[in-house]
């Protein structure tokens, strides 16, 4: 796909697949394949029972599609910098703030958009009880890059950070709560957040760690 010169028409639907951001970086050949490790906070949106709730052919596509049309508009808000890096991977979206431009305040963009994203989903347990909706935001370094081959890249973020993020997300289900943020996000964020307590969590191949039940912002803080 050419992308280099396109009119504006074809640069808008391209962005409905990859972030402007992303977008201005392949415009301008910044971005090659390769990457850095850089600081980045991870949102990981889990939806349990997604594929067994329907028995419909069909109706686990108009969920989704439902739940992007209620979601994208706040992931992609005004002054909000987290870029969508895989779409309903199983049951699953991964959001990864600070993925390609630096973003300050990345692990308070997250919490807001997880805040948000709550407030916003609650109508979806009316259409189906057996879905449920869990988050886990996680913040540190990450790998972030163009990875893949010369015929197809995908740009993302890979590691630790993000790994950790799914089993938040994956925790939160298990412990019957919604939203779940780690350590380093909590130690970030403590003064402006509030917290309900914390879980330890174990961990796969790796040290059990704590994850906090985010309750709400407690400060006005500008994004």
């Known amino acids: 796909m050419e992308i280099v010169g396109e009119s504006g028409n074809s640069r808008q639907a391209v962005e409905r697949y990859i972030s402007s951001t992303a977008y201005g970086l392949i415009e301008t050949g910044e971005l090659k394949p390769g990457g850095s490790t850089k600081e980045v906070t991870c949102l990981i949106i889990r939806m349990h029972g997604m594929f067994r709730a329907f028995s419909n052919p069909g109706d686990d596509t108009l969920f989704v599609n439902a739940f992007g049309k209620e979601s994208f508009p706040i992931i992609y808000g005004k002054d909000l910098d987290g870029e969508i890096v895989r779409t309903f991977s199983q049951d699953a979206v991964e959001i990864v703030f600070g993925l390609t431009a630096a ?21 979806f347990k009316d259409v189906t009880s057996d879905i449920e909706i869990t988050m886990g935001v996680n913040t540190g370094e990450a790998f972030c890059g163009y990875v893949g081959s010369p015929e197809r890249f995908d740009y993302g ?3 630790d950070t993000i790994r950790i993020g ?5 925790s939160a289900h298990n412990i019957g709560y919604d939203i779940l943020i780690g350590e380093t996000t909590y130690s970030a964020l403590r003064r402006q957040i509030a917290v309900r307590g914390s ?25």
């Open 199 to 223: 879980q330890r969590l174990a961990v796969p191949r790796g040290e059990p760690i704590l994850g906090y039940r985010l309750e709400g912002i407690t400060i006005s803080t500008p994004h």
């Open 157 to 159: 973020a890979y590691g």
């Open 166 to 170: 799914h089993i938040l997300a994956e």
């Open 103 to 123: 973003v300050p305040n990345h692990p308070l963009q997250a919490v807001t958009t997880a805040l948000a994203l709550r407030d916003s989903l609650k109508g």
